[in-house]
């Protein structure tokens, strides 16, 4: 999915070490709002919120010395623009044990642009329990929202063009971990509401 | 009825007479009056001339098996919509099938059939009479009245079906040699075909659609082989469509017995491989078989050992091919495609010339069902009945343009070089470009 | 791009492992609270059934609905309508109102077919079984549930006994495992097996014992007590000897081998109850799987603008 053939005149705005580091503060900021992680359960999006999610978890567990339930929430049969692509296969939904019912839940993304996933992502939580508040998490925020959705931790804020095309890229799943950005790219990249993952 | 008044003389320039001498010919009164040099010379005032160099030549073509399904299925042809196919198809003299609502088991039915060819006047409408009551297979239909009649019926098929009991069988065979009779046998063991759909065999078992095995066809063929042999009778075999038929029919020939035996253009042309798409064009009786058999029964052709190209023209209705395969009628319309279908099987790849196609296509056939004046050389003083083909342009198959009341053609869009362009029946021009002169 | 379901033969290896893997997560949702997701709200599926088979029907139903879509059932069953212009009227009838898949079964082999390229509608259709031709998404539940209990089929040995002759379900498991890379033996007496099953991508056997040696699968197909009355095997007591599932047959398997059956099954006939209700029969698992299956292909068809299966992966 990634689009590396528009790398070549890609820019790179974070380096693996501002990952790191934008990381790490979400991570201290998640448990300063929540005071604590007693019923914080970290839900990623696929596909590169699901790795992003993880590492969040594994640095709130080192500061409380306890695990985070930690999990993925597909929203493929949730969005609004499933008409209007090919029918894809799905990512996975997989909920921590103790479920989400009165938890906090925090929804991880790599990239928050118009917020129809975000609101995607609310439809499927409905249907998987009730928790007690949702907050939202992404490594990058690059505007252009088309909902009234926005960010409770970010990891940077990137003032784009529309034409313009934001990849993260993840070591778990690229090999190494980057924010780039792209020249223009046509037409797909000019409507906002395709954001997902490091494709957008 | 029709042709009260002579035709004018007209004068052929320039066809290639069966595909060889380019030559001019000249017909008058109905009859070929002069050939080469004579011809233009002999020519009146009044002739027209056909311009006719670039065609071949053939004598009228004759259809041993044609459904003209009048009477009973007029929805789906007339004898006059039959016959104007057949006149477009090139054929001046077809048989009509007796497999028709009422069945043509009496003189009345075959007389019946017979005025209607005359009315209609397109072609000579040669009936068939059945060889069993009501094609019940059980008792003799009156085949001395019927071929008393007005009609002169000589050949008796119950086609559709098979007369699979093997005395009366023998029975009909014999009887039919006081009146110069032939039975042509549609050869297909009953038990070994109930419900059967279509080619047993690779594609029947992918498909899920019940098997016709060649079998069935050829244990028929065996059997009255040895049966017109043992009683010293007249066979002809319809629609031969597999290479086990062939090789018993060329057996039966080295014995001496007395059998002919027709093949129709689609299985000389198309395989079960056309099933696949389950489009019920291609659902026909007996059903197409494999690339196997096609070759087969092309080279039994080609070598004599099968007689005759015959159409088995089957027309039906729209409701009766649109719809899926199991609930589909059997049959194709060919009339109209029998030749270019044909010359593309055989004249395309080299296994008969023209002249062969005209022995295939007209001569035996006219022997078979004992026809006088049809199926003659293309000679001074010989009936004028002939067609001008086209063999040069590429055309693709327009079920639209059909003079067929039925569209169920399996060769829409098909396309093919050898066209008739213009058919003589006794010096008449019958059809000329597709479509029918009434 | 295929719109449509007819046959296993249509399913690449990348197709068959997405349904598998669709179906896969969608079987997840089964054991939710809410069994429901909204991705096919406002479309609408029909069911027409020429042929009684309540337990494809329901299964078909409860994916679609479990999909959110609208379901209307269209029993066409009755001597009337096995007529060809009736498939026609239905389906123009169908199109007027809107569906945007239909599900058929038939008892014509070929009429999905017909259906889908007939112009009369155009909606996907998907194949519920048709004659004795194909019964696709049997095919897909059978390898779905083989999957969850050998995790692979690569390899695996499937032996397949019965009628084959008049089984759409050993069509279409046949193509599919060929597919997805099992080794696939029919079992049967020769009179089951159809004419030019030599050409199929599979072995065949008359001889179950020998071919149940090293099977990782069983699968058992119905036997229709009629078709002793057409002589394709004596009697009903020489099958069950020479063909059928006992327990003493069973015992001889391995441990991880399973045994299956597509339903519904003549007890006693090609399976006895010992096998049927002992812990390596799957069969009621198997009805399980339907419906995440058909929700695969259901979603997969109809979710997106265009289907996902045959593209050039």
Same mark, same amino acid.
């Given at each position: 999915m990634v689009r590396s053939e528009s790398s070549h005149e890609a820019r790179e705005v974070l380096d693996a070490d501002d990952v790191q580091r934008a990381l790490t503060r979400i991570a201290h900021e998640v448990l300063e709002r929540n005071k604590g992680a007693q019923s914080v359960v970290l839900l990623g999006i696929p596909s590169r919120g699901v790795p992003l999610a993880q590492r969040l978890a594994t640095r709130i567990g080192e500061v409380e010395g306890r695990a985070v339930p930690v999990g993925s929430l597909d929203i493929t049969m949730f969005r =609004?623009?499933?008409?209007?692509?090919p029918a894809r296969g799905l990512g996975r939904t997989e909920l921590p044990d103790?479920?989400? =019912?009165d938890a906090v839940v925090v929804l991880v993304d790599d990239v928050l642009y118009s917020g129809r996933t975000i609101r995607a992502a609310l439809d499927a939580l409905s249907e998987l329990g009730r928790p007690q508040s949702v907050q939202l998490a992404v490594l990058v925020d690059r505007g252009h929202r088309q909902f009234p959705i926005r960010a409770d931790y970010v990891g940077k804020n990137l003032p784009t063009s529309t034409r313009e095309t934001v990849q993260v890229l993840v070591?778990?799943? =690229?090999g190494s971990d980057a924010v780039l950005i792209g020249g223009t790219e046509g037409d797909d990249s000019a409507d906002p509401s395709g954001e997902q993952g490091g494709s957008v | 009825m029709t042709n009260t008044t002579s035709p004018a003389d007209v004068l052929i320039k320039g066809a290639s007479l069966l595909g060889a001498e380019v030559s001019d010919l000249l017909i008058v009164d109905g009859v070929i009056a002069a050939i080469g040099a004579d011809a233009a010379r002999a020519t009146g005032s009044d002739c027209q001339t056909v311009d006719a160099y670039g065609l071949v030549a053939l004598p009228g073509l004759v259809d041993l098996h044609t459904h003209l399904r009048e009477p009973g299925r007029e929805d789906a042809e007339t004898v006059a919509s039959g016959s104007a196919a057949a006149a477009v198809g090139g054929f001046t003299a077809v048989h009509a099938m007796a497999n028709t609502d009422p069945v043509a088991d009496t003189a009345g039915v075959v007389e019946q059939v017979w005025h209607l060819g005359r009315r209609a006047g397109l072609c000579d409408v040669h009936p068939v009479g059945a060889v069993t009551l009501g094609l019940g297979g059980t008792e003799l239909a009156e085949l001395g009245a019927m071929a008393e009649?007005? @009609?002169? /019926?000589r050949v008796f098929s119950d086609d559709g079906k098979c007369v699979s009991d093997a005395v009366l069988m023998r029975r009909a065979l014999e009887y039919v040699k006081a009146l110069d009779g032939v039975v042509a046998q549609h050869a297909q063991e009953p038990r070994l075909t109930e419900g059967a759909q279509m080619n047993e065999g690779a594609v029947s078992a992918v498909l899920g659609l019940r098997g016709w095995p060649a079998v069935a066809e050829e244990s028929i063929i065996a059997r009255d082989v040895l049966l017109a042999g043992h009683v010293g009778s007249r066979l002809h075999v319809c629609h031969v469509s597999t290479a086990g038929s062939v090789e018993i029919l060329r057996w039966a020939k080295g014995r001496g017995v007395d059998v002919t035996a027709e093949v129709t253009p689609h299985h000389l042309f198309l395989t079960d491989e056309h099933v696949r798409t389950y489009?019920?064009?291609?659902?026909v009786n007996p059903p197409l078989r494999t690339q196997e058999d096609v070759d087969a029964v092309r080279r039994g052709l080609a070598d004599g050992t099968i007689d005759a190209i015959a159409t088995d023209h089957a027309p039906h209705s729209i409701e009766d091919k649109d719809c899926e395969w199991a609930a589909a009628a059997m049959g194709m319309v060919g009339l109209e495609t029998a030749l270019g279908v044909a010359a593309a099987a055989m004249v395309d790849t080299g296994l008969l010339d023209w002249a062969g196609m005209a022995d295939r296509m007209s001569v035996r056939p006219a022997r078979i069902g004992r026809?006088? $004046?049809? $199926?003659?050389?293309?000679? /001074? $003083?010989?009936? @004028?009945?002939l067609v001008l083909v086209d063999t040069g342009t590429r055309y693709s198959v327009d079920?639209?343009?059909?003079?067929?009341?039925?569209?169920?053609?399996?060769? @829409?869009?098909v396309e093919l070089t050898a066209r008739p362009v213009a058919t003589y029946l006794r010096g008449r021009l019958t059809a000329s470009e597709g479509s029918a002169r009434r | 791009m295929t719109r449509h379901l007819l046959s296993a033969a249509d399913l690449s290896l990348d197709d068959a492992t997405l349904i598998l893997d669709t179906a896969d997560e969608l079987a997840r949702v089964s054991d939710? &609270?809410?069994?429901?997701? %909204?991705?096919?709200?406002?479309r609408t599926v029909v069911n027409l059934f020429?042929?009684?088979s309540t337990r494809t029907r329901i299964s078909f139903e409860a994916a679609a609905k479990r999909l959110s879509a609208d379901v209307i059932n269209f029993s066409a069953k009755g001597s009337s309508v096995s007529k060809g212009e009736s498939l026609k009227d239905t389906a123009l009838t169908l199109e007027a109102m809107g569906a945007d898949a239909v599900v058929i079964r038939h008892p014509a082999s070929g009429a999905p077919h017909t259906l889908a390229h #007939?112009?009369?509608?155009g909606g996907s259709i998907v194949n519920a079984g048709d004659g004795t031709h194909e019964h696709p998404t049997q095919a897909l539940l059978d390898a779905f549930t083989m999957r969850r209990h050998l #995790?692979?089929?690569?390899?695996r040995k499937v032996v397949i006994v019965g009628d084959v002759l008049h089984s759409r379900v050993a069509r279409s498991n046949v193509l599919l495992l060929a597919t997805l890379g099992a080794e696939v033996t029919l079992v049967a007496p020769p009179t089951l097996? &159809?004419?030019?099953?030599?050409?199929? %991508?599979c072995e065949h056997s008359y001889d179950l014992d020998a071919s149940l040696?090293?099977?990782?699968v069983v699968m058992m197909l119905r036997v229709q007590r009629e078709r002793m009355n057409a002589a394709f095997f004596p009697s009903v007591r020489e099958y069950s000897r020479r063909y059928g599932l006992d327990a003493d047959r069973m015992s001889?398997?391995?441990?991880h081998a399973i045994v299956m059956h597509p339903g519904p099954m003549n007890r006693g006939l090609e399976i006895t109850a010992a096998v049927a209700d002992?812990?390596?029969?799957v069969i009621i698992e198997q009805v399980t799987n339907g419906v995440s299956v058909r929700m695969a292909v259901l979603y997969l068809l109809l979710g997106g603008s265009d289907s996902a299966l045959g593209g050039d992966q």
């Open positions: =609004d623009d499933l008409r209007m692509r103790g479920g989400i =019912d070591s778990e799943l =690229d | 009649s007005a @009609a002169r /019926v489009d019920p064009r291609f659902k026809l006088d $004046g049809q $199926g003659r050389p293309l000679n /001074v $003083g010989e009936p @004028a009945n079920p639209q343009s059909m003079q067929s009341r039925s569209r169920n053609t399996p060769y @829409a869009g | 939710r &609270p809410v069994k429901k997701l %909204p991705t096919l709200r406002g020429f042929e009684d #007939s112009g009369w509608i #995790s692979t089929i690569s390899g097996l &159809p004419v030019g099953v030599g050409q199929w %991508p040696v090293g099977a990782d001889r398997l391995a441990d002992s812990d390596r029969a």
